[in-house]
Nanobody, 120 residues
Framework: DVQLVESGGGSVQAGGSLRLSCVVS?????IGWFRQAPGKEREGLAR????????YYSDSVKGRFAISTDKAKNTVYLVMNNLKPEDTAMYYC?????????????????WGKGTQVTVS
């Protein structure tokens, strides 16, 4: 079974940085970070293909956020820089069995419980 556990959220001032972590157990080929603000739909931010390390970003975070993996720790990170109040949301780690090269933000079937990020 696949399990995802996020951590690293918190409160930060605008312009600050945070690093989110997602510990992954089980076999998956694509892991992504998503967020959902109150009253808004869930938004895909970044995903990484675990076999080859290819990464993809949404236009809204490209250049500010960076996704990476530490395979020895079974952990995927999301470093968020130059945070803005509009980045305030619950951040989720998601995973799917097929790779990241196709399917964009679709078919993520495994989810963590989320970690809150608040930017003021």
């Amino acid at each position: 079974d696949v399990q995802l556990v996020e951590s690293g959220g918190g409160s930060v001032q605008a312009g600050g940085s945070l690093r989110l972590s997602c510990v992954v157990s089980g076999f998956v080929n694509c892991i992504g970070w998503f967020r959902q603000a109150p009253g808004k739909e869930r938004e895909g931010l970044a995903r990484i293909d675990t076999p080859d390390g290819s990464s993809y970003y949404s236009d809204s975070v490209k250049g500010r956020f960076a996704i990476s993996t530490d395979k020895a720790k079974n952990t995927v990170y999301l470093v968020m820089n130059n945070l803005k109040p509009e980045d305030t949301a619950m951040y989720y780690c998601g995973a799917r069995r097929y790779g990241c090269h196709i399917g964009a933000w679709q078919d993520f079937e495994y989810w963590g419980k989320g970690t809150q990020v608040t930017v003021s």
